[in-house]
């Protein structure tokens, strides 16, 4: 043996002697003992092995603490809406992921210096599920982060488990049958291993549509060698040629047609697996039995007459009266905090801002978009007139600049003398929207240098800025006569303005040129320019007006809320309902405890009014 | 080479300082062996209510003769199976073959658990009205009966061989791991069902079964049983489920009743 060696066995050997006498005389920390669950593992499907393999089947929903809410979803659920371009390849949430059929790898990563614990990986083999469990405490995103599949998840080893925490969750199902698990559900796991048995416990809670934590569990079998095969490939296709695009299929909303089928089939009462959380206990089948047929019957439609439930996500709003940036993706940002969303680009020219928020914190907008941008704002764009898009439309306007103007046509031909504006406008940003922005400004008296200048008046306006193509593109009668998104195309970064939110129906402004039909359109236009990174996960990220960043998965659950309601509201139209009539009747009761108010600038009834009203009367040019 | 000794030496000696420390400091001396009960690595005692959220319809009703998905029968296994005959186990008196050991815990139920003695635990049922006991030590009894033999032991996390250094073993144990298992093995059982349909396990089976508690932050504690059924008569492989308890702060809906052969 080399002496160099031998004195490294040495040393390697007198530090054994002290840690390990150190470690004795301290003890563990903690929580510090690590369960090991590395490896390869596959799922033992000795329970619900039929609906994890084959697939469930309508309404069976036993075991599920769903509300209302989820129960009516699931029953409007029609599979079929799988063969939409957008859904094809959607991903599983956490919670089905680990439930799914496919092995799983697990494994370590850890800091190559310090040998601390940095993340455990988790990679599904059905839809190459990529998890990543920080182990290294770190906190959880905001409020306003994107969500995922996967979601966010922490860890850490309490006593014989690995316990973890994930937030920050898509929409999916509880079960593939269409029970909905929301955007707004969280999970607490616990891993323990026996043997070359893994065990998942996972305990969802979901506030949108359960009424209580669910509880399963989830076996996985250890297994000696690779097994290969960690690939799952999925690109959307045409399924079906020559649909409408504003087709989401769907059950009428109380008119579930098979509903009777799985209880009819197994001989169980029709109550049974409709009971949410009652289903799950001791007891059950004896109350089930005892239920009548006009009680079943009812829990297959909304309680009739009752008001609307209301939203039960969280805010995504900080409110703490701080402005709150969010980096998107190359130099795109998202500010968080006055309002609606603001969205800032930089680079070697000015910043281009998308909307100004409320205005009631333009300073702190400001002063966040320097710390990003050497330049001054150079053009401030708006997504809509809304109050909530143009209230820092002069202070933005005015702490901003225009260098591509002095000594321009438009420098000699229009500042002050020419449009009464701006008096100077090379020392102001320069404000652009669709024109009917500047109508509705207008309308409402607000102070000339709110007002954009560069105004246009059909498909879309492009500007070239920072290195990159930034488009405007105009939504006619969505939410308003005036709104645009604004794609950012080498960050592709899309801002939709109120169009897309994730906190709020959308808010269909009559009064402004807006329509249900237009809003579907426009949904679907910026599902047209959005693409996805893997399985409807990442890739296009879409800023809503309001809410957490978001991706093409989040604007295609919206739209379909959107088609599903006007499907619902246009049917009663035909069959002679009054608007009073098509409120009794809840038309929104699956999405209510996400999307619902009672009170506010923007209620339920609003949203429903808006449907019906421009479903009975098309709008016509702007006013 | 005398350099390098030198320090071994010092070492040693600073290792044993520490350890004789760690030692006069109340760990390492053996200590008499504590009750089954005083070792308790989770306190599972209480009462437990149970959480029907999977195989569902198999177990808050009783399935159709013949529907035994995802259980891994063998061939002799399936055609018991479709041999049930309910009115034909009431008669012979044999209602309760789907409340023994390997059926009795996926039943709609609420479990009180309890120290009998220091050395034994009590797990009973009010589905069936079934008491299940569990030894820390080895059990004389013949069995035979629904709950069988069943033989408790705590567990935690440990390795076969312990080794602070790739194998070399100096004398020193390995750190006490927090928390742990319930461990219970039961055998001698008399043959019944592991779903109320029929589906059978024999008299060889034998179960084994992890107890763990899990408290959710801020939220409830539950008990997770992982069982293992393994029994050459009627299944292909083992069988293995994962059942859920939710703690209760006392005995509500506790409702002894009779087993029910449908």
């Known amino acids: 043996m080399p002496f160099t060696m031998r004195k490294q066995v040495r040393l390697g050997l007198l530090l054994a002697f002290i840690g390990g006498a150190t470690a004795l005389a301290q003890g563990p920390p903690p929580g510090a003992f690590a369960i090991d669950i590395t490896g390869y593992w596959t799922p033992a499907l ?58 799983f790898r697990i494994w370590e990563d850890r800091d190559p210096h310090t040998q601390q614990l940095v993340a455990i990986h988790v990679w599904a083999q059905t839809t190459e599920g990529n998890r990543v469990i920080w182990m290294d405490g770190r906190p959880h995103p905001p409020a306003w982060a994107p969500h995922s599949f996967t979601g966010f998840s922490t860890g850490q080893f309490i006593g014989n488990a690995l316990v973890i925490r994930t937030t920050h969750l898509k929409q999916g199902w509880l079960r593939r049958n269409g029970s909905p698990e929301s955007d707004q559900a969280t999970v607490v796991e616990f891993f323990v291993r026996h043997g070359d048995h893994l065990i998942d416990t996972t305990v969802v809670t979901d506030p949108v549509y359960l009424t209580e934590p669910e509880v399963r569990s989830n076996d ?40 009777k089928e799985y209880s009819e089939r197994y001989k169980l009462p ?16 004896a109350k089930a039995g005892n239920a009548t047929e006009a009680e079943a019957v009812a829990k297959l439609q909304p309680v009739p007459n009752q008001r609307p439930e209301t939203s039960r996500a969280q805010d995504p709003e900080p409110h703490d009266g701080e402005i709150h940036v969010l980096p998107i993706r190359e130099q795109v940002y998202m500010l968080v905090g006055d309002g609606g969303n603001i969205v800032v680009q930089t680079g070697d020219q000015g910043a281009f801002v998308v909307d100004s928020g409320e205005g009631k914190l333009s300073d702190k907008v400001i002063a966040a978009i320097r710390q990003l941008s050497g330049k001054p704002i150079q053009f401030l764009a708006n997504t809509s007139a809304r109050a909530a898009h143009v209230g820092g439309n002069s202070k933005l306007g005015a702490a901003g600049s225009d260098p591509s103007l002095p000594g321009s046509f438009f420098d000699l031909q229009s500042p002050g003398r020419a449009t009464g504006l701006l008096a100077d406008p090379a020392h102001h940003a320069t404000l652009i929207a669709h024109n009917n922005v500047v109508v509705r400004l207008q309308a409402a008296k607000a102070p000339p240098d709110a007002m954009p200048a560069d105004t246009y008046l059909e498909e879309r306006r492009r500007k070239f800025h920072n290195g990159e193509l930034i488009e405007l593109f105009y939504e006619p009668n969505a939410v308003t006569d005036g709104d645009s998104i604004v794609h950012f195309r080498r960050a592709d970064v899309i801002a939709a303005g109120d169009i897309f939110n994730t906190t709020q129906y959308p808010f269909i402004d009559l009064q402004s040129g807006g329509t249900v039909q237009g809003e579907i359109r426009a949904l679907n236009d910026i599902l047209n320019q959005t693409g996805y990174e893997h399985d409807e996960n990442g890739g296009t990220s879409v800023v809503p007006g309001h809410g957490y960043l978001s991706d093409e998965h ?36 699956d999405y209510d405890t996400r999307y619902g108010a009672n009170d506010g600038a923007w209620t339920t009834g609003k949203f429903i009014e808006a449907v019906y009203r421009s479903l009975k009367q098309p709008a016509g040019k702007p006013k | ?13 600073l290792v044993f300082s520490i350890s004789g420390h760690a030692q006069r400091g109340g760990r390492g001396a053996p200590q008499p062996p504590a009750t089954p009960r005083a070792a308790a690595r989770i306190d599972i005692t209480g009462y437990w209510v149970s959480l029907v959220t999977e195989d569902w319809r198999y177990r808050q009703f009783t399935p159709p003769k013949g529907d035994y ?44 658990i309890t120290w009998q003695d220091d050395r034994t635990l009590k797990l009973e049922t009010d589905a069936g009205t079934q008491t299940r006991i569990f030894h820390f030590e080895s059990a004389q009894a013949a069995g035979g009966d629904w709950q069988g033999v069943s033989v408790a032991s705590w567990e935690y996390p440990r390795p076969p061989v312990y080794s602070s250094f790739g194998g070399l073993d100096f004398g020193f144990p390995p750190p006490p ?25 024999g008299s060889g089976t034998v179960m084994t079964e992890y107890f763990d508690r899990f408290d959710v932050p801020g939220g409830e504690t539950l008990l997770l049983v992982t069982t293992e059924v393994v029994d050459s008569e009627y299944l292909a492989q083992p069988f293995w489920t994962s059942t859920h308890f939710r703690k209760q702060n006392d005995a509500s809906g506790w409702t002894p009743a009779p087993c029910l052969s449908r």
């Open chain 2, 1 to 13: 080479m005398p350099v390098v000794s030198n320090r071994v030496s010092a070492a040693l000696i």
């Open chain 1, 46 to 103: 000795h329970e619900d092995g039929l609906e994890r393999g084959n697939g469930p089947e309508i309404a069976d929903y036993g075991g599920f603490a769903l509300n209302e809410a989820g129960r009516l979803f699931a029953l409007s659920y029609d599979p079929s809406r799988l063969t939409l371009r957008h859904h094809q390849c959607d991903g599983y949430v956490m919670p089905y992921q680990m439930r799914a059929v496919g092995n």
């Open chain 1, 220 to 259: 996985y079998v250890r297994q000696p060698a690779d097994p290969h095969a960690w690939l799952y490939a999925c690109d959307d296709g045409e399924e079906i040629t020559g649909r409408a695009p504003d087709v989401v299929p769907n059950y009428p909303l109380g008119n579930q047609p098979f509903a």
């Open chain 2, 69 to 112: 998905e995802s259980v891994p029968l063998n061939p002799a296994g399936r055609m018991a199976a479709d041999a049930w005959d309910p009115v034909k186990d009431e008669a012979a008196g044999e209602q309760c073959k789907a409340y023994g050991a390997a059926g009795l815990m996926r039943m709609p139920t609420r479990l009180h």
């Open chain 1, 554 to 589: 989040e604007v295609a659950e919206y739209r379909d809320m959107v088609v599903i309601v006007r499907d619902r509201v246009r049917a009663m139209i035909n069959a002679g309902a009054t608007l009073e009539q098509v409120q009794a009747a809840r038309v929104t009761a």
């Open chain 2, 177 to 201: 791991a927090p928390g742990g298992s319930l461990k219970v093995t039961t055998t001698k059982l008399r043959p019944g069902y592991l779903r109320k349909n029929g589906v059978p396990y």
């Open chain 1, 270 to 285: 029709l109550i049974a697996s409709l009971a949410g959380a009652e289903s799950i206990y001791p007891g059950f089948a």
